[in-house]
């Protein structure tokens, strides 16, 4: 049971737009940044979003961030085939004292 | 360009202790905190351990405090696993952080590592 919740699943066509969403708790997203990775299964992960919403250089535009109290999202714009991997949020949680991950979301372009 | 390449993973049985390597290149090493990061077979991304970047300041998620240790000498970061369970079966990645303190800050990630623990 992961610390922060995120759907098992999303899914969309070429060209839409999808949203995942990360749940937390004010001791962990209500009063930290959220950081955002891809993660295609057999490879690196790959940081794709940091504090809330930023984007580390080569990430595309059509990954964007957002937070807002104790929850955050990730939308993705142009889905392309290439974007079919597992997506995770992570924070940090002053109770646990530590770093805490979403159970991830796998996104399959259909 | 950052580079993390982990090493040392292997089978080992249930109780026996195992060290990971991570060596690092193309930044300031010293200048960073390190952490470590697995993923078991289904399963998500679990934090394992972080050190700071002089090495003084050390945290460890629940599951392996006081089994598992983490330093770091020039350029490379170990991760040391002692009694060793089942469920420490997992890829172990090695992770830079963007600051010099242990935080959720990681923004490069090594190709990882696997350990598989069985009799």
């Known amino acids: 049971q992961s610390v922060l919740t995120q759907p098992p699943s999303a899914s969309g066509t070429p060209g839409q737009r999808v949203t995942i969403s990360c749940s937390g708790s004010s001791s962990n997203i209500g009063s930290k940044t959220v950081y955002w990775h891809q993660h295609v299964p057999g490879t690196a992960p790959k940081l794709l979003i940091y504090s809330n919403n930023q984007r580390p250089s080569g990430v595309p535009d059509r990954f964007s961030g957002s937070k807002s109290g104790t929850s955050a999202s990730l939308a993705i714009s142009g889905l392309q085939s290439a974007d079919e991997a597992v997506y995770y949020c992570a924070t940090w949680d002053d109770s646990l004292n530590g770093v805490v991950f979403g159970g991830g979301t796998k996104l399959t372009v259909l | 360009e950052v580079q993390l390449l982990e090493s040392g993973g292997g089978l080992v049985r249930p109780g026996e202790s195992l060290r990971l390597s991570c060596g690092a290149s193309g930044f300031i090493f010293e200048a960073y905190a390190m952490s470590w990061v697995r993923q078991a077979p289904g399963k998500g991304l679990e934090w394992v351990s972080s050190?700071?970047?002089?090495?003084?300041s050390t945290i460890f998620a629940d599951s392996v405090k006081g089994r598992f240790t983490i330093s770091r000498s020039t350029n490379t970061i170990y991760l040391q696993m002692n009694r060793l369970r089942g469920e420490d079966t997992a890829v172990y990645y090695c992770?830079?952080?963007?600051?010099?303190?242990?935080?959720?800050?990681?923004?490069?990630w090594g190709q990882g590592t696997l350990v598989t623990v069985s009799s």
């Open positions: 050190i700071s970047s002089d090495g003084f």
């Open positions: 992770a830079k952080e963007e600051g010099s303190e242990s935080s959720h800050s990681i923004h490069y």
